[in-house]
């Protein structure tokens, strides 16, 4: 591995693995430092590490509030990430973009693969979509990485939100009709860690597209029965998830009910495969209960 890895999201979920895992080559960077909302930013940070590859963790994440804020939205989902795919090519490095399930409607009814046209149904899976598409035509060498649903011990997560609401609630109740795959953050960081050192100084060999997600399946509603019986194990109380319908939760954003990805490309192209989700979520459960809530 050469020289120093640049990664965006400042000190989110992905940026802070990757940080964890990556040790001193991982060079961190995030508001106000780094800010898609000002390109100028984005051109001096670049030219102040010079790295030898770019993982881009920064977005609009926050899916319901991108219906009312689609231009805001846009800026770091497609037109900050093209900038930065930009200079990523004319400096000849690496490029790794992260994008998500939400570019699909979820309406298949079989696990995506990448050749599957995008269809987004709101903001947020829209203006990922068009980024992906904006970061491949200013940076035909990058690669674009899908995942799906994901959480970590640190940072604010669906799996800290369900043990928070775990431990006030004797019931609760959780979607039970959209199905995908949870990734662990620790998972995804060690799996761009590996495909950095396969593309070393050869990454437009490895362009395009790629899903990188959890092994297996489950819906939320699995999600928070398994994160709160692991929770239990801790003398944390154990309370009645409920499974509702997507229609019994209104969000002013449309879910996918079954964005599964077919991760096997990752698999054949780099050896790379993540763990199942469900051994990833006990690890990260334990690690959650010893760390104060933020």
Same mark, same amino acid.
């Given at each position: 591995?050469?020289?120093?890895?640049?990664?965006?999201?400042?000190?989110?979920?992905?940026?802070?693995?990757?940080?964890?895992?990556?040790?001193?080559? /991982?060079?961190?960077?995030?508001?106000?430092?780094?800010?898609?909302?000002?390109? =100028?930013?984005?051109?001096? %940070?670049?030219?102040?590490?010079?790295?030898?590859?770019? /993982?881009?963790? &920064?977005?609009?994440?926050? %899916?319901?509030?991108?219906?009312?804020?689609?231009?805001?939205?846009?800026?770091?989902?497609?037109?900050?990430?093209?900038?930065?795919?930009?200079?990523?090519?004319?400096? &000849?490095?690496?490029?790794?973009?992260?994008?998500?399930?939400?570019?699909?409607?979820? =309406?298949?009814?079989?696990?995506? %693969?990448?050749?599957?046209?995008?269809?987004?149904?709101?903001?947020?899976?829209?203006?990922?979509?068009?980024?992906?598409?904006? %970061?491949?035509?200013?940076?035909?060498?990058?690669?674009?990485?899908?995942?799906?649903?994901?959480?970590?011990?640190?940072?604010?997560?669906? /799996?800290?939100?369900?043990?928070?609401?775990?431990?006030?609630?004797?019931?609760?109740?959780?979607?039970?009709?959209?199905?995908?795959?949870?990734?662990?953050? =620790?998972?995804?960081?060690?799996?761009?860690?590996?495909?950095?050192?396969?593309?070393? =100084?050869?990454?437009?060999?490895?362009?395009?597209?790629?899903?990188?997600?959890?092994?297996?399946?489950?819906?939320?509603?699995?999600?928070?029965?398994?994160?709160?019986?692991?929770?239990?194990r801790h003398g944390r109380p154990m309370p009645e998830v409920i499974a509702i319908c997507t229609a019994d939760?209104?969000?002013?954003?449309?879910?996918?009910?079954?964005?599964?990805?077919?991760?096997?490309?990752?698999?054949? /192209?780099f050896g790379v495969r993540l763990p199942p989700w469900r051994r990833s979520l006990t690890a990260t459960v334990?690690?959650?209960?010893?760390?104060?809530?933020?």
């Amino acid at each position: 591995m050469k020289g120093a890895i640049l990664v965006t999201g400042g000190a989110g979920q992905l940026a802070t693995s990757l940080a964890v895992r990556g040790g001193p080559r /991982v060079h961190r960077v995030g508001r106000p430092t780094f800010d898609f909302d000002r390109p =100028d930013s984005i051109a001096l %940070v670049f030219e102040q590490v010079a790295p030898w590859a770019v /993982v881009n963790a &920064a977005a609009w994440t926050a %899916v319901d509030a991108a219906e009312a804020h689609p231009e805001e939205a846009a800026r770091a989902n497609r037109d900050g990430p093209a900038l930065l795919a930009r200079l990523c090519a004319k400096a &000849a490095i690496p490029f790794i973009h992260i994008s998500t399930d939400y570019v699909f409607d979820g =309406d298949k009814g079989t696990p995506y %693969v990448e050749t599957d046209p995008t269809s987004p149904t709101g903001v947020y899976g829209r203006t990922k979509a068009e980024g992906e598409q904006a %970061v491949l035509a200013a940076n035909p060498g990058s690669i674009v990485l899908r995942t799906s649903w994901v959480y970590s011990a640190t940072g604010k997560n669906f /799996v800290r939100t369900m043990l928070n609401a775990g431990a006030r609630n004797a019931t609760l109740k959780v979607v039970g009709d959209q199905r995908g795959a949870p990734t662990n953050a =620790d998972d995804l960081a060690a799996a761009i860690l590996a495909i950095l050192d396969v593309v070393g =100084d050869d990454s437009p060999s490895y362009a395009g597209l790629y899903h990188a997600a959890g092994g297996g399946e489950t819906t939320w509603h699995g999600l928070a029965s398994a994160a709160l019986h692991d929770a239990a194990r801790h003398g944390r109380p154990m309370p009645e998830v409920i499974a509702i319908c997507t229609a019994d939760w209104p969000t002013p954003a449309r879910r996918p009910p079954d964005s599964r990805l077919n991760c096997d490309k990752l698999e054949r /192209v780099f050896g790379v495969r993540l763990p199942p989700w469900r051994r990833s979520l006990t690890a990260t459960v334990d690690r959650l209960l010893a760390t104060p809530d933020p």
